[in-house]
């Protein structure tokens, strides 16, 4: 069931298009792992790079929506060759693990990031963080016109105005956020008004900002680490964009943080290599550029965040444990149902 809702929808990657791809194959097949990679090839492929250089353990990486992923390791199981997966968000991780694919890390490891960020059974780990935000442009709305709730968005006087990405895997973990949070019947009628209100619906959070930015859409729900790298991409700080985010206020569930995080497979248990990439991920040189290069949150300890978006801990985040997002293929047929994906 979740391998066919998954792949149904043709889930679209976070960020630019990723495909299946095998990275330098070419290295010593003596010493490689195999990771599935739900994060966006031209983010961490650079990251992996570094790893092999550091350590020369060769990086198998094959790309492709963390979803579209986690319903293929789910229809492989125990013969899938991946050593670890590298997935967008915590409910992807959770799939996977509640079938009983990963294995349990290592205390060690494990303590190295809150609590609030790993699974509560040591089956996976958070490598860095991000936040969900409204982003608008500030030529078309003032701050005081924002909303101050994710549901007020279905109000009429937002209809056609708020740019969406529903094949998004983080877009489904924020459904999912609800879901956990409110129950299903307030996630049905959430996903029901916003397509009521003609959403603009978009491939993707990069797509959003960038139509948000030059005026097409007011405002869009997407991740706030995209703001940062469409200032690097333009050469220009981030507060000097048009483009503005907006963090819902009061624990409100469109403030939800999420994890891209790794877990280990069963077959990959003891091996010394994937010790060592998990490590790598968790060490100060990876977290520094998650915070510098990608502008997400670091999760381990001594790491500073992006300059230009409130410290992690002082966000007010939904009280949602991420355990707990771990209904994936549900959240996916409430949303093909719901017809915000054809």
């Not at 090839?41 to 350590?55: A, G, M, N, R």
């Not at 992923?69 to 199981?77: D, F, N």
Request: glycine share 10%; proline share 5%; aromatic share 8%.
């Amino acid at each position: 069931m979740l391998a066919a809702s998954l792949l149904v929808l043709g889930l679209a990657a976070c960020g630019s298009g990723e495909e299946d791809a095998a990275a330098d194959s070419g290295q010593a097949a003596d010493k490689q792992i195999t990771v599935y990679s739900g994060r966006n090839e031209q983010l961490v492929k650079p990251l992996l790079d570094k790893f092999t250089e550091q350590t020369g353990i060769a990086v198998n990486a094959r790309y492709a929506n963390t979803a579209q992923l986690a319903a293929q390791l789910v229809e492989e199981g125990d013969k899938s060759p991946a050593d670890v997966f590298f997935a967008q968000d915590a409910g992807a991780l959770g799939t996977v693990a509640k079938r009983g694919m990963f294995s349990t890390l290592s205390e060690e490891t494990t303590a190295k990031v809150p609590a609030t960020y790993r699974a509560g059974n040591g089956q996976w780990v958070g490598v860095s963080a991000r936040a969900r935000v409204l982003a608008y442009n500030a030529d078309l709305i003032q701050a005081d016109q924002l909303p101050a709730s994710v549901f007020d968005l279905t109000a009429p006087a937002w209809k056609g105005k708020v740019g969406v990405a529903p094949t998004n895997a983080s877009f489904q973990a924020f459904v999912t956020a609800i879901r956990v949070q409110h129950g299903d019947a307030k996630a049905e009628e959430f996903l029901r008004g916003l397509k009521d209100n003609d959403p603009q619906i978009r491939d993707g959070n990069g797509k959003i900002l960038e139509d948000v930015g030059s005026g097409v859409i007011p405002v869009g729900l997407v991740n706030h680490y995209y703001l940062g790298e469409i200032a690097k991409e333009q050469g220009t700080p981030p507060d000097a964009l048009k483009v503005k985010l907006h963090f819902f206020p009061g624990g409100d569930t469109g403030a939800l943080v999420n994890v891209a995080g790794v877990g280990v497979l069963n077959r990959a248990a003891n091996d010394p290599d994937v010790q060592k990439f998990v490590d790598f991920l968790l060490g100060t040189e990876a977290q520094t550029y998650f915070a510098e290069q990608t502008f997400e949150y670091p999760v381990v300890a001594g790491v500073p965040g992006p300059a230009y978006v409130p410290a992690l801990a002082d966000l007010a985040v939904p009280q949602i444990d991420l355990n707990d997002l771990d209904t994936l293929d549900a959240t996916v047929t409430m949303i093909k149902n719901s017809g915000l994906v054809p």
